[in-house]
């Protein structure tokens, strides 16, 4: 069974920075993203990769601002966060999917318990 771990949420000003962890229990994904749901919203993608190769997409509201990144030798998904606004307060989760169908944003089959991020003006 696939487990996803998020670490490195928190509270931060606007302008701030924060980054992200997703640790993966196994090395077979080949497809991974991170997604984030503000209250009263749905959930929105923000950032996928291809695990090998690293290609990436963002969403428009976070270019120029994210950046996602893989470590193959440690199955770790990060997602560095520049420039935070009060608009990207909101739980972020960490998914993944063995196939390259999910990429960017369609369905991904295992998820992280989501992280709170928090940014005041």
């Known amino acids: 069974q696939v487990q996803l771990v998020e670490s490195g949420g928190g509270s931060v000003q606007a302008g701030g920075s924060l980054t992200l962890s997703c640790v993966a229990s196994?090395?077979?994904?080949?497809?991974m993203a991170w997604f984030r749901q503000a209250p009263g919203k749905e959930r929105e993608g923000v950032a996928a990769?291809?695990?090998?190769?690293?290609?990436?997409y963002y969403s428009d509201s976070v270019k120029g601002r994210f950046t996602i990144t893989y470590d193959n030798a440690k199955n770790t998904l990060y997602l560095q966060m520049n420039s935070l606004k009060p608009e990207d307060t909101a739980i972020h989760y960490c998914?993944?999917?063995?196939?390259?169908?999910?990429?960017?944003?369609?369905?991904?089959?295992?998820w992280g318990q989501g992280t709170q991020v928090t940014v005041s003006s």
């Open positions: 196994v090395s077979s994904l080949r497809s």
């Open positions: 990769i291809y695990t090998a190769g690293g290609s990436t």
């Open positions: 998914a993944a999917d063995v196939r390259l169908g999910a990429w960017p944003f369609k369905s991904y089959a295992y």
